[in-house]
């Protein structure tokens, strides 16, 4: 796998005054107009990101360029990136955990799921995934963040398959290859890396 960094935290709901800190009047605004738990899980996530972000570009994280804009309407609320920077940044919710990675220069997505979840549980895992598991979904998710255009595409277009000894997926409609990566960074979360090659 090409280098990437990561940071994880497993404790989402105790993000506090510290990180508010962080946000900018965007991202503020943002999590004043959410509900309790998702705020906390998009405080946590834009904080994790920022700081990420920051030791990577020598920045403190409030000074980081992070922007997000909805390619569809326009609003706050699209993929996050770092603004005049080549690198590239991904963050992923549950509510057990979120998850951030940075690389340079190649686009990169990631996912995460809890370990408890299952087909069962979602109907979208049970579609995409069928007996294949929740690292499949997983992997699919991180593959449509690393692409940019998230779930505004069929998960079914994305084709994952060995090589060379690691898996490698493509979307359907595009050249792109992508390098799939599942760290271990917590006991209660699947978590899946694409990172393009």
């Known amino acids: 796998m090409d280098p990437y960094v990561w940071a994880v935290d497993l404790d989402p709901a105790a993000a ?76 992923a919710h549950s509510a057990v955990g979120v998850v951030a990675v940075a690389a340079w220069g190649r686009d990169i997505g990631v996912d995460i799921e809890p370990l408890a979840a299952t087909a069962r549980s979602s109907p979208a895992i049970r579609e995409v995934a069928g007996g294949r598991g929740l690292a499949h979904w997983t992997r699919v998710e991180a593959v449509l963040k690393a692409d940019g255009r998230g779930l505004r595409v069929d998960p079914r277009a994305v084709q994952i398959a060995p090589r060379g000894g690691r898996l490698e997926a493509r979307i359907a409609d595009r050249p792109t290859r992508y390098l799939l990566d599942e760290p271990d960074l917590a006991a209660t979360l699947q978590v899946s890396v694409a990172i393009a090659r």
């Open 16 to 91: 506090g005054e510290s990180e508010l800190a962080l946000l900018s009047a965007v991202e503020r605004r943002r999590f004043d107009e959410s509900a309790l738990t998702p705020g906390a899980r998009f405080l946590a996530g834009r904080a994790l990101l920022r700081r990420l972000a920051g030791e990577q570009l020598g920045l403190a994280p409030h000074e980081v360029p992070l922007a997000a804009v909805c390619p569809d309407c326009g609003g706050p609320h699209g993929r996050p990136v770092v603004e005049g920077s080549e690198l590239r940044v991904s963050l």
